[in-house]
């Protein structure tokens, strides 16, 4: 479990906090999109607390796995995130944050966390340009 939800109760509206399916760590998925081209930027995790604050202080908030606390978004990196909308899927098992990017969106200082390995662009994937457009599954059922 976060560090929040063996401390105390979340703040987090309790109509928002029953509708969430979160994984077996409290966490949710957070996909950060900018906001005005549909870029797809990063992905996050989020527990109660996190969402709680990226929707009250509009700026991002994230759980990090690794050092086990909170995460603004920008606070060390200067990389801005502000937030323009939160919506959960159909499921409520993820949240989509549309926001305004400042700077790089991934640790590594590129724009966004998803351009430096494609595995397969206009059909054909990157490892031998084979046209993959006929929906086929590679190693699927294998």
């Not at 060390?76 to 305004?100: I, R």
């Amino acid at each position: 479990m976060t560090s929040s939800s063996s401390r105390r109760p979340s703040p987090l509206a309790p109509e928002i906090a029953a509708r969430l399916k979160r994984s077996a760590d409290g966490l949710l998925p957070a996909i950060a999109q900018q906001y005005d081209t549909g870029e797809v930027l990063m992905l996050g995790w989020m527990d109660d607390e996190a969402l709680h604050r990226t929707l009250t202080t509009g700026r991002c908030t994230y759980w990090s796995r690794s050092r086990r606390e909170y995460w603004v978004k920008g606070d060390t990196s200067g990389h801005f995130q502000w937030v323009k909308s939160v919506a959960l899927d159909c499921d409520a098992d993820t949240v989509l944050v549309k926001v305004d990017q400042v700077g790089a969106a991934c640790h590594t200082g590129a724009r966004t966390c998803f351009d430096a390995d494609v595995l397969l662009k206009d059909g054909k994937d990157g490892k031998d340009g084979t046209d993959s457009s006929d929906g086929a599954v590679r190693g699927a059922g294998q």
